[in-house]
């Protein structure tokens, strides 16, 4: 069983909804990600927060924004998504200075 | 720049046949190696991880995978395939305390 709990698991959102992603670690991992997964492909890293600071942006369009309230939980806020942005979005979590990472269950986003 | 190369989208065995899963790395450093599996619907657990302590790596549910420096491979075996093997396989490459870079993945299948 994953010890990276992601809330929901499926979301269906319109293109001028705002929605949030939820995702919560208790491994005492101070490191935590998001992921995008389309289907057949492998997990493209989004964002990287270390120490509750956001480390790593690939480029993400500004229509999804990460959030780190405190070094268990993590959110991706989303707002007026296109449909291409449908994926499965995983949060993962790891050590600090460790470089293996665990991953969620993930949240299925259908965006409509 | 680290890559991993996996060898075949698609491998299919008998249940009870011997699974072998290729993968290459390109690293200019020793490399920290993973194996994920996903199976359908659900997030990426880790399988196995090389961080240069033994060369013949165990991981989970019957699998172990050898770290070949001159071939530089990182292959996934299991002596004895089983139905509930049946998902998508990824190879992946530490880049950085919190980059992983995937293969583009395996999908294995069983039949009876």
């Known amino acids: 069983d994953t010890e990276v709990t992601q809330t929901p698991k499926h979301l269906v959102m319109g293109m001028t909804n705002k929605k949030s992603l939820k995702c919560e670690q208790h491994m005492g991992h101070r490191a935590m990600y998001w992921y995008k997964q389309k289907a057949k492909k492998p997990p493209e890293l989004m964002f990287v927060y270390s120490y509750e600071k956001l480390s790593i942006n690939e480029s993400v369009p500004s229509r999804f924004s990460p959030e780190c309230p405190n070094s268990s939980l993590l959110n991706l806020h989303l707002h007026a998504l296109q449909p291409e942005d449908s994926a499965l979005y995983l949060c993962?979590?790891?050590?600090?200075?460790?470089?293996?990472?665990?991953f969620g269950e993930g949240s299925w986003l259908t965006v409509v | 720049a680290q890559s991993v190369t996996q060898l075949g989208s698609h491998v299919s065995v008998s249940e009870g046949a011997l699974v072998l899963l290729r993968c290459n790395y390109s690293?200019?450093?020793?490399?920290?190696l993973f194996w994920y599996v996903q199976y359908p619907n659900q997030g990426l657990q880790l399988l196995l991880k090389y961080t240069s302590a033994a060369t013949l790596v165990k991981g989970i549910n019957g699998f172990e995978a050898e770290f070949k420096k001159s071939e530089t491979s990182f292959h996934l075996t299991k002596p004895s395939a089983h139905m509930s093997d049946a998902a998508e396989y990824f190879c992946?490459?530490?880049?950085?305390?919190?980059?992983?870079?995937f293969g583009q993945g395996t999908r294995l299948t069983i039949n009876p």
């Open positions: 690293s200019s450093v020793p490399p920290y």
């Open positions: 993962a979590s790891s050590q600090e200075s460790a470089n293996t990472i665990y």
């Open positions: 992946a490459v530490s880049v950085g305390a919190q980059k992983l870079v």
